[in-house]
T-cell receptor
Framework: DAMVIQNPRYQVTQFGKPVTLSCSQT?????MYWYQQKSSQAPKLLFH???????NEADTPDNFQSRRPNTSFCFLDIRSPGLGDAAMYLC???????????FGDGTRLSIL | GESVGLHLPTLSVQEGDNSIINCAYS??????FIWYKQESGKGPQFIID?????DKRQGQRVTVLLNKTVKHLSLQIAATQPGDSAVYFC?????????????FGQGTILTVHP
């Protein structure tokens, strides 16, 4: 059974139109991460939550925001998607720092 | 800056052979290492991990070796099967890294021929 669930699996949006990607977990893990992965590249960390504590990577564009309303759910908001934001977006969780991260199967975002 | 890199971007093997995927890291403070397998259209899947107080760890058909002296990590897959075809990433995190932030290597594409 999937433990980190991402919806939708595929998302198409228009240039500049806000989009929200969602992630839920059944593991009750403290930490949730959002990664961006472009073709033939490694995942790149955008930000993460330790419980309700939000931590943004220094090079994450302001266009990307996140919300974590409770332990189980985390959202990635892209306020004004550009063509360069087309990518796979991966959510991951870990029980704590220094523990394995478990990934969902991602949302493939396309920008028209 | 700190980085984790792989020596070989592609590896082709015959079914039944053993595979070895290598990874170099530069952060001497790294103390926890993970190997992930990523199949097309899916998220990275945890394979095996190792902490810096060990130099070898075995799982089912997989072995991870850690050489801290030369900052080198390897993943050995025994009796490689077509289902092992995927991209393999090493990742590391270090003592004091914010919330276990992982640094990923570039990835190795493993292709297993029947």
């Amino acid at each position: 059974d999937a433990m980190v669930i991402q919806n939708p699996r595929y998302q198409v949006t228009q240039f500049g139109k806000p989009v929200t990607l969602s992630c839920s977990q059944t593991l009750n893990h403290n930490v949730m991460y959002w990664y961006q992965q472009k073709s033939s590249q490694a995942p790149k960390l955008l930000f993460h939550y330790y419980d309700k504590d939000f931590n943004n990577e220094a090079d994450t564009p302001d266009n990307f925001q996140s919300r974590r309303p409770n332990t189980s759910f985390c959202f990635l908001d892209i306020r004004s998607p550009g063509l360069g934001d087309a990518a796979m977006y991966l959510c991951a969780t870990s029980r704590d720092a220094g523990q394995p991260q478990h990934f969902g199967d991602g949302t493939r975002l396309s920008i028209l | 800056g700190e980085s984790v890199g792989l020596h070989l971007p592609t590896l082709s093997v015959q079914e039944g052979d053993n595979s070895i995927i290598n990874c170099a890291y530069s952060n001497s403070a790294s103390d926890y290492f993970i190997w992930y397998k990523q199949e097309s259209g899916k998220g990275p899947q945890f394979i095996i991990d190792i902490r810096s107080n060990m130099d070898k760890r075995q799982g089912q058909r997989v072995t991870v070796l850690l050489n801290k002296t030369v900052k080198h990590l390897s993943l050995q897959i025994a009796a490689t099967q077509p289902g092992d075809s995927a991209v393999y990433f090493c990742a590391e995190t270090g003592l004091g890294t914010s919330y276990g932030k992982l640094t990923f290597g570039q990835g190795t594409i493993l292709t297993v021929h029947p």
